[in-house]
């Protein structure tokens, strides 16, 4: 399975845009993008996913490059609750399913 | 929906015991799987079912069994508690995601201690 690379922790202030990256140089044509969190003492939850094109929803952006090497999750307005670890996972076409967890990122969010 | 339910939240056990954590989804998914998260740590994947009466082992299964006899219920089964299995369990499940393209549900976890 293709690796993700993560910064292992980043901060920001609250209500300020937040913008988390992730590196996946050896990302294949038929992998998708996911991104999850984990909120304290919680299971980890769904945020967004994408294959080529940038993706919006009611929680987030995601910003992938052209040459899909890399892609950046965009918080637009963090508030204190969004303070949980990031997780960049890319999972393959027929793969059945399985998500490789990384370490993650961890934000804080600061009032 | 409740979505995917996960009990016991909480479960102390001796080395050697055996149990079962039991995980149920409502949203019909063909897709479930089980993890642990130990601490400081990413999650990591022990056994996944992609349909009733299909099972196969993730990352790590040594130590746990699974069954799958119906769509809604994915239990998994310690065997003979030790140690090196106190962890936080999460189940998962999703639609078929034979596409790559899916959202995974994720329970609230059971948190498990072997002394």
């Known amino acids: 399975d293709a690796k993700t690379t993560q910064p292992n922790s980043m901060e920001s202030n609250e209500e300020e845009p937040v913008h988390l990256p992730c590196n996946h140089s050896?990302?294949?044509?038929?992998?998708?993008i996911h991104w999850y969190r984990q909120l304290p003492s919680q299971g980890p939850e769904y945020v967004i996913h994408?294959?080529?094109s940038n993706v919006n929803n009611r929680m987030a952006s995601l910003a992938i490059a052209e040459d899909r090497k890399s892609s950046t999750l965009i918080l637009h307005r963090a508030t204190l609750r969004d303070a949980a670890v990031y997780y960049c996972i890319l999972s393959r076409g027929g793969s059945q399913g399985n998500l490789i967890f990384g370490k993650g990122t961890k934000l804080s969010v600061k009032p | 929906n409740a979505g995917v339910t996960q009990t016991p939240k909480f479960q102390v056990l001796k080395t050697g015991q055996s149990m079962t954590l039991q995980c149920a989804q409502d949203?019909?998914?063909?897709?479930m799987s089980w993890y642990r998260q130990d601490p400081g740590m990413g999650l990591r994947l022990i056994h996944y079912s992609v349909g009733a009466g299909i099972t196969d082992q993730g990352e790590v299964p040594n130590g746990y069994n699974v069954s799958r006899s119906t769509t809604e219920d994915f239990p998994l089964r310690l065997l003979s508690a030790a140690p090196s299995q106190t962890s936080v369990y999460f189940c998962a499940s999703s639609y078929s995601p034979q596409s790559g393209s899916y959202e995974q549900y994720f329970g609230p976890g059971t948190r498990l201690t072997v002394t």
């Open positions: 994408g294959l080529t």
């Open positions: 949203m019909n998914h063909e897709y």
């Open positions: 050896t990302i294949s044509g038929t992998d998708y």
